[in-house]
Every structure is written in C-alpha cells, then in structure tokens.
C-alpha cells in the first residue's frame, strides 16, 4: 500500500465500509456505495483506452458523481482535470488544449459546448454525459449510468504510487489557468495530512475510520476548484462525512438548513461574500445550529464586521482560517491575533518562510515585505509550462526548493505574518506599493460599506490610482468620496487612500471570489465615462 489517494480511499472503506462518506442534497452515499460506483467508472475507463497518466475531464456542478469521477481516476492511475463550468467556449478550448483530455464526464445541460469542441479534438475519445435534469439534447458519448451498469464493482486494478499524479487547474483570476502537477504522497503529506497529522504508514489510516474527530463539514466551494477540493478531501480522507449543497446558487437558508438537518460541525466558507449571508439568514431565521463548531474560511479572509456578525449570529463557534493555494498547499493557520489595520495574523506551517529578493527569510519585526514561500513537500511544477514553473518553483543557494505563488506578506515582531495579497494584484502609485486586502480591510470597517474591492486604474502622472469598488449596506443609499478618504486617512498612509470611488454590486466567481477581471475592467469604463453618480474622483 502506498500514500496514494485511492490506496488510502479503500483502506479507510475496508475499516469501516457502512459509514457515510458523502452527502448531497438528498443523497447518502456510503464508503462502499462510492467505491462500487467508482470502480465501475474505473472500468469502463480503462476498456476505453485511458491508461495511467492520462487525463479525465469532470465538467459539472456539485454532484456526487464528481467525486466518482475522481476516485475512478486515482483507481487506474489517471488524473482528473477540473474544468470550470462558467467557462464559454473559447475558454473551454484552453483547458482541453492545455490538459490533453482522453475523456470528459459532463453534465446534459453543457451538450452544446461539449459537442462544439468534439470534432477539434479527436484525442477525447471517450465521453459520458450524466443527466441533470435539463432538455438540453444529447452530446457526444454514452449515458453515464448506462456506462456504469455495463462493468462490474471489482476492485481488480494494478499496483499504484504514490508518485501518481494529482492534477488541479487554477481558478485563472490573474491570467489563464494553470495545471498544477502533485505527487499523492505530496499532497497528503501537505494538505490532507495536515489536520490529524500525516500517519507514518498508509496502512495506519484504517485508525482513523471511525471519524475521532466526529467531522462532518459542508464545503461551499465547488468542487471544480481546489478551494472546494482541499476541505472536502481532507474531511473525507481522514475518516469524516463530506457535505456540499446541490443548488446552483450559493442559498444561506439551503445550507443553513442543511447544518441543522445533517448535524454539520464545520461550515467551509470563501470570505465575506459567504459570511455575511449566512450571518445574517441566520439572524433572521430559526436554525439549530448547534452542532456548528466552527466556521473555517479560505481564499478570503473574514474582515472585522463579518466576524463580528458571525458571532451575533452563531454565538461560540470558532472562527479561522488558513493561507494556501493550488500551488503552495497549506501554507499558515490563522491565530487569535486581530490586526484591525489588515485584519489576521497567520502562523506559518513548517518547512514555510516569508523570502526576499535573494530568497533569504525576512527577520520579524523588520517592517519588510516578501513573498510567502514553502519548501518539502510541493508540486513538480505547472503542467506543460516550463517557463512559469521555472519562475515560481525555485532553488535557493543552499539547494532547497521553494514554490512561490506570489503571495506577499509582512513578518511581524512576534513571528506571525500579515498577508497583504497578491503581487500580480499589487498597485503601484507613484512608485509606492499598494496592496488591495489591506485598503478593503480598512474600507468595510466603515458602517456603510457592504463589501469592498480595490483596483488599480492606469493614470498619466502616478502610473496607477487606488480605486475603491463599493457595495453598499441595504440601508445606506449614499455614500461620498471624501468621507470615505477621512475613514482611511484614520488607519492607513496617505498613498493608500483610494482616489475614486465607484458605488457598483461587486461580481464574483462560483467560488465566491472577486471577478478580479470585471473589477478593473468595469472601474476603468466607469472613471472613462465619469457619467453619474456612482463614479466620483478627486483631483
């Protein structure tokens, strides 16, 4: 046996066969109910020519078929690919160029797509569609339940390793996606490890099929993103239950329903954006929720007012959250520290370091910036992508390897970090950086804003200018530039006050990220037009 994902997935079943690993919606699907159905899918698979190291296409919403897909490709030792499906056509093509797909699973209702791009990749031999409900007409390739009832539930297939590959594309936000290449053993050793910490055998797993911790986590990022991945395979990996909600739309009264029905301990959520709803539904509803222990963010942070609300709304319920991504993993664990300024401060894991120019580690308390890295267990690289996997995946004068995603951060005195974003998203203005989680920090501080973005919009004499992006609270109809500049003049340098603000609802992906692209495409056609209300500048 090896530290191999499907090794481990059947170990666990094997110790505890009858317990429950998924629930979605309505559906109960048990450890050996998943493998059945997975190993059929393995099945037809492979007598359709995928082979190990190929790559499968899963093209739908969350469903419990997804995570058959995933396993049935860690089975064969293939990889499964995660297309997005918000993507249009072009897009679309990307992904399937990029991640030379040999098969694709995908949902009915994105026939048309589907059946636009059969006919430019003859590589894509084998296609299953599943039914969604939609009359949407057929796409290329069989029915996948018809599939499945042709092959048996054997589990029959070859020896596997743990330098198998776990493929995992960006969410693309600051340019096309990337496929991020990890080994299995990697990746349990730094995401799915990480909670109970990583066994020193994989036989010794089998421990933990009674569920210790009593897990039993609704994940709202969907499962097309590593965001949604990562929280449900550590659950499910580590003996818990796996929840996520079937709704098209992210629903607060749908998951907070689900909470008090299936008993969940821990609600995964991205942000704000999800955090406020749900406060706030709950506030105005009548949930038990009682069996929430806590509230664990990741891909945004919790700003000060949310996590306020959040404990009006759920009373003791722990609040955290972590920095990682598709390339660094887990990278930090949020403390009790609160920096109202830029909001938590994070703990590095091990073998984790905030670098300089010279990948050096930055002294705390030395008010310097680096990027966030992390060394040992990371991914190979990008996939098809020397070149960005020679400028993110580094080695330093000593020989160790790091991976730098591009987050920076500042080392505070006591040794914990503040994250201050993306350097792809950073601001110059005037030759002064400006990083934009820290202005939003400080911008949903103020009691009329809702939620917050800023940007940065090219401008003739600074290169580029802080625009802030607001929503409003339901109740506030206005809000002026100038009062919003005194509010940050309070607890940020002069540089960093935003010098246009436009009042817009904020647009975001499945994810519940910021659409970083509308953001500064929508803040530079509106200071262009600089036409009502809603854009207001100062000179």
């Known amino acids: 046996m090896q530290f191999q994902l499907a090794d481990l997935y059947e170990c666990l079943c094997d110790a505890g066969p009858e317990a429950p690993a998924v629930i979605a919606g309505d559906r109960r699907v048990s450890r050996a109910a998943l493998e059945a159905r997975a190993n059929r899918l393995a099945h037809h698979l492979l007598r359709h020519g995928v082979a190990a190291g190929d790559h499968v296409g ?4 969350n469903r419990v078929e997804w995570v058959e897909a995933l396993l049935a490709c860690w089975k064969i030792r293939a990889a499964a690919v995660n297309v997005n499906y918000r993507y249009v056509t072009d897009e679309l093509r990307y992904i399937w160029d990029n991640s030379d797909l040999v098969a694709l699973v995908y949902e009915r209702g994105f026939s048309e797509r589907v059946r636009a791009l059969a006919e430019e990749f003859p ?3 084998t296609y299953l569609a599943l039914e969604d409900g939609s009359d ?7 029915a996948y339940e018809a599939a499945l009832a042709a092959q048996c539930d054997a589990r029959d297939f070859a020896p596997r390793s743990g330098d198998d590959i776990y493929l995992v594309y960006t969410g693309g936000t600051t340019g096309m996606p990337k496929g991020v290449l990890w080994r299995h053993e990697d990746l349990y050793s730094n995401v799915i490890g990480s ?3 990583t066994v020193d055998a994989p036989e010794a797993i089998a421990k933990q099929a009674d569920n210790p911790l009593g897990m039993r986590t609704l994940t709202l990022s969907p499962l097309m993103h590593g965001g949604g991945q990562f929280p449900f395979l550590i659950t499910v990996l580590n003996g818990g239950v796996g929840l996520f909600p079937v709704s098209r739309r992210f629903d607060p009264d749908e998951v907070l329903g689900i909470v008090e029905r299936e008993r969940v301990t821990t609600l995964s959520i991205i942000g704000d954006a999800m955090g406020r709803p749900l ?3 709950k506030l105005g509803g009548n949930y038990d929720t009682r069996s929430l222990q806590a509230i ?13 609300l959040l404990r009006q709304a759920f ?3 722990y609040l955290t959250g972590g920095i990682g991504s598709s390339e660094i993993g887990s990278a930090a664990k949020e403390t009790r520290t609160f920096d109202a300024r830029s909001g938590p401060r994070f703990r590095l894991d091990p073998g984790v370091a905030v670098l300089d120019e010279d990948l050096e580690p930055i002294a705390p308390g030395s008010d310097r910036i680096g990027r966030l890295a992390r060394s040992g267990n990371i991914p190979l690289g990008y996939y098809k992508d020397p ?3 020679a400028d993110t995946f580094v080695t330093d004068a000593r020989g160790v390897r790091w991976v730098l995603p591009g987050d920076y951060a500042r080392v505070e005195a006591d040794g914990t970090i503040t994250l201050l974003g993306r350097g792809s998203q950073c601001i110059n203005s005037g030759g002064e950086k400006v990083f934009p989680d820290e202005v939003e920090s400080v911008l949903v501080r103020h009691p009329a804003v809702r939620h917050a973005a800023v940007v940065g919009v090219p401008d003739p004499r600074w290169q580029q200018r802080v625009v802030a992006l607001v929503e409003l609270e339901a109740a506030e109809r206005r809000l002026d530039l100038e009062a919003l500049q005194d509010h940050c003049r309070r607890h940020l340098a002069g540089y960093k006050v935003p010098r246009a603000l436009l009042l817009t609802e904020l647009q975001r992906t499945p994810t519940g990220k910021l659409d970083i692209a509308w953001a500064m495409k929508y803040a530079e056609q509106a200071l262009g037009r600089a036409d009502g209300p809603e854009a207001e500048e100062a000179q």
């Open 279 to 281: 406060a706030e539904a």
């Open 296 to 308: 664990s963010t990741g891909g945004a942070i919790l700003t000060d007012p949310v996590r306020r």
């Open 195 to 197: 909670l109970l910490g």
């Open 58 to 61: 899963i093209y739908s919403m």
């Open 123 to 125: 590589g894509v031999r």
């Open 136 to 142: 949407a007409p057929p796409g290329p390739g069989r």
């Open 315 to 317: 009373g003791k319920v």
């Open 387 to 389: 070149e960005k996997t």
